[in-house]
């Protein structure tokens, strides 16, 4: 009945509040399988895939995503994508990174519809997965484009606190991308080798260093407001 569907939600609420995550979840799960058409429901399957995240189980997030995206995929495209971008970002904590990867290229045509802030975090992510495999070529060229995103851009389209929160994490990648690039030109900058007597080599090296430099100093000139992990790093 449709008062025994609604307990099951209810129920789901409830365990959540008391941080009951594990049976909150599967009470969510029930509900969306018992009435996916409720108004209810993208959320019910919204927060059990945030709560199998939490909870260590990005197998079962991924398939209450895949779920999610049969049920409403045609619906909220915008709001999908962002969940694939946290499944992905969740794989990758657990050094997944081939998961990472295919999440990413799966939705590839629905993070095209996202908001540009979530497209930031999408690139960013799958060059961090594909940096991590090894592919360099590849993820330093999604690197690059999200090192050079203009923030301004960002930043006008804020409209609530969601979208603040989406900025911040879009900030905090491109800060990374950045910092992944003035780590590559440190290095560089170590590498460089002084010959004694060779004012040459003594000119490239200080120019080496002075690019390093200056990669450093554009992840603290992030605006609106440099991310600190990044800057801390820098």
Request: proline share 4%; net charge positive.
């Amino acid at each position: 009945t449709e008062l025994a569907r609604k307990a099951i939600y209810e129920n789901g609420a409830a365990f959540m509040a008391i941080g009951e995550y594990e049976r909150a979840a599967a009470d969510f799960e029930r509900f969306v399988t018992a009435s996916p058409t409720s108004d209810r429901a993208p959320d019910a399957i919204g927060d059990a895939i945030v709560l199998r995240m939490g909870l260590g189980d990005p197998g079962r997030a991924e398939k209450d995503f895949e779920a999610m995206v049969k049920l409403y995929g045609a619906r909220m495209p915008a709001r999908l994508a962002a969940v694939a971008v946290a499944l992905a970002t969740t794989f990758e904590e657990r050094s997944q990174w081939k998961d990472a990867e295919r999440i990413l290229r799966g939705q590839a045509s629905m993070l095209a519809k996202a908001t540009p802030t979530v497209r930031v975090r999408a690139d960013a992510a799958l060059g961090k997965a594909l940096a991590a495999q090894g592919k360099k070529a590849e993820a330093e060229a999604l690197l690059k484009s999200v090192a050079s995103t203009r923030t301004e851009r960002l930043v006008a389209i804020r409209a609530d606190a969601d979208a603040d929160r989406e900025l911040a994490r879009a900030l905090i990648a491109i800060g990374d991308a950045k910092l992944y690039f003035a780590d590559q030109a440190r290095d560089a900058a170590m590498k460089r080798k002084i010959k004694k007597g060779d004012s040459a080599s003594l000119e490239e090296k200080r120019q080496a260093v002075a690019e390093a430099e200056k990669a450093y100093a554009g992840v603290s000139a992030i605006e609106p407001m440099p991310p600190p992990r990044a800057v801390l790093a820098a």
